[in-house]
């Protein structure tokens, strides 16, 4: 896929309501750079515990990630944030970090710098970006956005089979309520349950929406 302007394909939706697995799928396919947004807050969370902040302390969140030693890096089709050169890829999937995630999202100065960051992801050519605010925040000119969503049982198994502890709902909770870039549904969006279904399927349905979002 190539056109003077990147294409962005948006993709938002709960905890494990199949964003990455598709988005991974999508970009491949279309040959796009892959971006995980929600990897880059766990960078963030991560880098906080093992600093010994208190994820809970939006002021000192803030104060760390003005100054934190981060850089967007490209890596075959992913991009992602490398910390002094590392980019912490089982570190940032613990129970720990996945408990402390939605705290650090939730900071203002946080959300700006991931946006500013995000939006830079660009300049590396055509995208397919996944988080919670990617459609009503980060890309909402794209007009490729996607809703993924799949009953509240279907993404607690899918999380258990990973072999992750935790209460999606109280993440889920703190992520839809929040003051600053909640997940929401955004007019314009389409939305894909995915409740039984392959991902395969899924992200054939996408990949024909945009193919006939870029003939209208
Ligand atoms: O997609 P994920 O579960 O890896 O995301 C981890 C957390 O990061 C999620 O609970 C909320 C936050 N997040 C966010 O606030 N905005 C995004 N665009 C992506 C993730």
């Not at 093992?50 to 002021?59: F, L, R």
């Not at 999937?93 to 100065?109: D, F, G, I, L, T």
């Not at 999380?159 to 709902?169: M, P, T, V, Y």
Request: some cysteine; hydrophobic content about 40%.
């Amino acid at each position: 896929m190539s056109e003077s302007k990147p294409i962005v394909i948006a993709i938002d939706g709960p905890s494990a309501s199949g964003k990455s697995t598709n988005a991974r799928i999508i970009s491949a396919k279309l040959g796009c750079i892959y971006v995980d947004t929600g990897a880059m807050y766990r960078t963030l969370a991560w880098y906080a515990l093992s600093m010994g902040i208190d994820v809970t302390d939006m002021a000192a969140v803030e104060a760390l990630c003005r100054d934190w030693p981060s850089k967007l890096v490209r890596r075959e089709n992913n991009v992602w944030l490398e910390v002094d050169g590392y980019f912490p890829e089982k570190e940032i999937r613990s129970s720990e970090v996945s408990k402390a995630v939605s705290y650090v999202a939730q900071a203002p100065y946080v959300r700006e710098w991931m946006k500013e960051h995000q939006r830079s992801c660009v300049d590396f050519g055509d995208l397919v970006m996944e988080g919670r605010d990617i459609t009503s925040n980060i890309f909402p000119e794209t007009p490729h956005k996607f809703y993924l969503d799949a009953s509240a049982g279907e993404r607690q198994a899918r999380r258990d089979a990973d072999g992750i502890e935790e209460d999606l709902a109280a993440r889920d909770q703190r992520d839809s309520t929040r003051k600053a870039a909640p997940l929401v549904v955004v007019e314009g969006a389409t939305v894909i349950n995915n409740s039984g279904e392959s991902p395969e399927e899924t992200s054939a349905r996408i990949i024909a929406l945009v193919e006939a979002q870029r003939q209208a």
